[in-house]
């Protein structure tokens, strides 16, 4: 009993990532499965259409960058990509230890669910093209309540040449 009570304490510890000490569930697959299904069959981002284009690789740095933001706008009630200290997303990104050669940001509040929020963004012309952004070859993100963070990137050794 003991031994089945700390499997089951290991496999609930192990769905569960930290930020900042605070405890969320991780966004890793339900958020690269959506986002990956548009990045897969292309979609409509205003009035232009996104071809297919490779799909996106999960990056603990710009989770934890996705991660320290969500937490600003909840705990000061804003959805911005300015955080409350003035601070921008390269920034931040730069901060987790992520080396850039391009980066971008989605923000959003008030969804409930992965897919809901990936919908709201895919509404958004630009928060549309950022997910089905070529040239972006990982992610990152996070939610604390209604608020949510999802970051993009590619370091400098990941870019066309």
Same mark, same amino acid.
């Given at each position: 009993?003991?031994?089945?009570?700390?499997?089951?304490?290991?496999?609930?510890?192990?769905?569960?990532?930290?930020?900042?000490?605070?405890?969320?569930?991780?966004?890793?697959?339900?958020?690269?499965?959506?986002?990956?299904?548009?990045?897969?069959?292309?979609?409509?981002?205003?009035?232009?259409?996104?071809?297919?284009?490779?799909?996106?690789?999960?990056?603990?740095?710009? #989770?934890?960058? /996705?991660? %320290?933001?969500?937490?600003?706008?909840?705990? +000061?009630?804003? =959805?911005?990509?300015?955080?409350?200290?003035?601070?921008?997303?390269?920034?931040?990104?730069?901060?987790?230890?992520?080396?850039?050669?391009?980066?971008?940001?989605?923000?959003?509040?008030?969804?409930?669910?992965?897919?809901?929020?990936?919908?709201?963004?895919?509404?958004?012309?630009?928060?549309?093209?950022?997910?089905?952004?070529?040239?972006?070859? #990982?992610?990152? /993100?996070? %939610?604390?309540?209604?608020?949510?963070?999802? +970051?993009?990137? =590619?370091?400098?050794?990941?870019?066309?040449?």
């Amino acid at each position: 009993m003991k031994i089945t009570a700390s499997i089951f304490l290991i496999i609930v510890l192990s769905s569960i990532c930290i930020h900042e000490g605070i405890a969320q569930e991780s966004l890793k697959d339900p958020m690269l499965e959506e986002v990956n299904k548009l990045r897969r069959f292309g979609c409509k981002c205003g009035e232009k259409f996104m071809p297919p284009v490779p799909a996106l690789v999960w990056n603990k740095k710009l #989770e934890l960058a /996705a991660g %320290r933001h969500v937490i600003d706008m909840y705990g +000061n009630d804003l =959805t911005s990509h300015r955080g409350s200290n003035g601070s921008l997303p390269d920034d931040r990104i730069k901060g987790a230890g992520y080396e850039w050669a391009l980066c971008g940001e989605n923000v959003a509040s008030g969804f409930y669910s992965v897919k809901d929020v990936v919908n709201g963004w895919k509404s958004s012309p630009g928060h549309c093209r950022n997910m089905m952004d070529e040239d972006f070859r #990982e992610m990152g /993100a996070a %939610r604390k309540g209604t608020y949510w963070v999802q +970051n993009f990137g =590619t370091a400098p050794l990941l870019t066309k040449h």
